[in-house]
T-cell receptor
């Protein structure tokens, strides 16, 4: 299956600073790259995604960039706030065959934003 | 009630008990999933149901038995579990089986003694 590596596993930033989380994947044919946010006591929630036909997508303070050549994509959070503290997961669906909601998830990044 | 609702939120059971986890989605989605979330491991897909038919069983031990009586409800029946089965069990749904956008419930935290 797809090999998804996510770094760092933990990240602490001061409120107002930027945070960047990176994921690498193994299948060059992958074409969809979502990021999920999991707050304490809740399930993961999709926050942003990107398809392979674009290199960057922004939604207010969050953005995702994709480098298909290097097979990595990153989540960027600017002007971080304490409520951004959560575990963030990248994911990649399998290519070919049956996808059926299968996503290969990274191991997650615990982001802590200090006030 | 909207979204994906899971009950119970917390469950403690012995290895000889039989219990069930319940999931209900109010989104009109046609596909439902069980994922397992263990500490220090990536989320693992367990089962996929499409229009109430199981379409994938990801090599899950038979002590986990899913049931999907209709497109809005999904159960995970548990029996003779092991301590290593302790984890957060997440239910998710999607518009259709081929969609990769998942809506997750809050999960059921299971502890096996």
């Amino acid at each position: 299956g797809e090999n998804v590596e996510q770094h760092p596993s933990t990240l602490s930033v001061q409120e107002g600073d930027s945070a960047v989380i990176k994921c690498t994947y193994s299948d060059s044919a992958s074409n969809y790259f979502p990021w999920y946010k999991q707050e304490l006591g809740k399930g993961p929630q999709l926050i942003i995604d990107i398809r392979s036909n674009v290199g960057e997508k922004k939604d207010q303070r969050i953005a995702v960039t994709l480098n298909k050549t290097a097979k990595h994509f990153s989540l960027h959070i600017t002007e971080t706030q304490p409520e951004d503290s959560a575990v963030y997961f990248c994911a990649v669906p399998p290519v070919g065959g049956s996808t059926l909601g299968r996503l290969y998830f990274g191991r997650g990044t615990q982001l802590t934003v200090w006030p | 009630e909207t979204g994906v609702t899971q009950t119970p939120r917390h469950l403690v059971m012995g290895m000889t008990n039989k219990k069930s986890l319940k999931c209900e989605q109010h989104l009109g989605h046609n596909a439902m999933y069980w994922y397992k979330q263990s500490a220090k491991k990536p989320l693992e897909l367990m089962f996929v149901y499409s229009l109430e038919e199981r379409v994938e069983n990801n090599s899950v031990p038979s002590r986990f038995s899913p049931e999907c009586p209709n497109s809005s409800h999904l159960f995970l029946h548990l029996h003779t579990l092991q301590p290593e089965d302790s984890a957060l069990y997440l239910c998710a749904s999607s518009q259709d089986p081929g969609a990769n956008v998942l809506t997750f419930g809050a999960g059921s935290r299971l502890t096996v003694l």
